[in-house]
Structure formats: structure tokens, C-alpha cells
């Protein structure tokens, strides 16, 4: 029956129709085969450039993260051999804190627990910062109350030696 019409067709109409089958197949195939794999590729090569980005951001964070290691570590060595409780005992005095000290006692092996009163506040923050900064001395935990005074602070700090 198809091969019928097919031969009642002219030589023309059947150019035509060959022609147009080859155009139909071309376009679904474009549709349904290399369309969504283009888009997949696109998306593919987006989601790419995005981990690159995410990769530089982590490398540039490693990088931070190991210059400061070596700061910490160099400053381990500026102690002059002291012990984290020497340290903190002489570096706070060094920091105008001496008066506001009223204990500085061990907290396990490489933590310091130093309690101020009185103790000014400007000067507690500079002190932790050198403590941090020079010697590689972290505060893992501080609690401050007002004290009678401006700016004068109750005070209790937890230092910890740099890993």
C-alpha cells in the first residue's frame, strides 16, 4: 500500500519528500540529541569555572592559614625559653596590667587562666593582642564584668599555646 502511493507519487514530489525527511531527521536530531547536550556541556563548563574560583579561594585561605602557623611558631621562639604561665605573667605587666593581676595559675598543660581587677580595658585587648600576634599565645575564652571606673574592667582569660 505505501510502496503504491509512493510510486503514484511524481519524480518531484518525491524529491521533495526525500528532501524534507533528510530536513525532519536533521532537526530532530538537533532537538532531541546535540541541543541538550550543548546545554549540558555549558552548564558542565559554568559549574567548572565556579570549583576553579572555589579552589583559588581555598588555596589563597591555605596559604594564609600556613603563613600564620609560621608566625606563630616563630614567635614561639621569642620566648626566651619562658613557660606560657612566665609569659603571660610578665607580658601583662609589661602591658600597664600589672596591678589589675590577681591570679595567674595553670589550666592543664598548655593553658593559663589569668583573673584582673580593675584592670583597663584598652589594655587587656592590646595585651591579648600581643599575646596573639608575638608569641602565638591564643584567648579561648574571656569573661569581662564593668568594674568601678571608665573603662576599667573584672576580667577572667583563658590563654592557650599555639598548636
Do not use: C
Request: glycine share 10%; aromatic share 4%.
Amino acid at each position: 500500500m505505501m510502496r503504491a502511493w509512493w510510486q503514484a507519487q511524481s519524480a518531484r514530489d518525491r524529491r521533495t519528500l526525500v528532501v524534507g525527511a533528510i530536513a525532519v531527521a536533521l532537526l530532530l536530531g538537533w532537538a532531541l540529541v546535540w541541543h541538550p547536550l550543548a546545554l549540558r556541556r555549558d552548564a558542565l563548563e559554568q559549574e567548572v569555572a565556579s570549583r576553579r574560583e572555589d579552589l583559588i579561594a581555598v588555596q589563597r585561605g591555605t596559604a594564609q592559614i600556613a603563613q600564620q602557623r609560621a608566625i606563630g611558631q616563630r614567635a614561639r621562639g621569642d620566648r626566651a625559653g619562658k613557660s606560657l604561665l612566665a609569659l603571660a605573667d610578665a607580658t601583662a605587666r609589661e602591658a600597664g596590667l600589672g596591678d589589675a593581676i590577681r591570679h595567674v595559675e595553670p589550666a592543664g598543660s598548655r593553658n593559663v587562666k589569668v583573673s584582673l581587677e580593675g584592670a583597663n580595658f584598652d589594655a587587656l585587648a592590646q595585651w591579648m593582642e600581643t599575646l596573639a600576634g608575638g608569641y602565638g599565645v591564643e584567648t579561648t575564652e574571656l569573661s569581662a564584668d564593668r568594674a568601678d571606673g571608665a573603662g576599667l574592667v573584672n576580667a577572667r582569660v583563658t590563654l592557650q599555646d599555639a598548636p
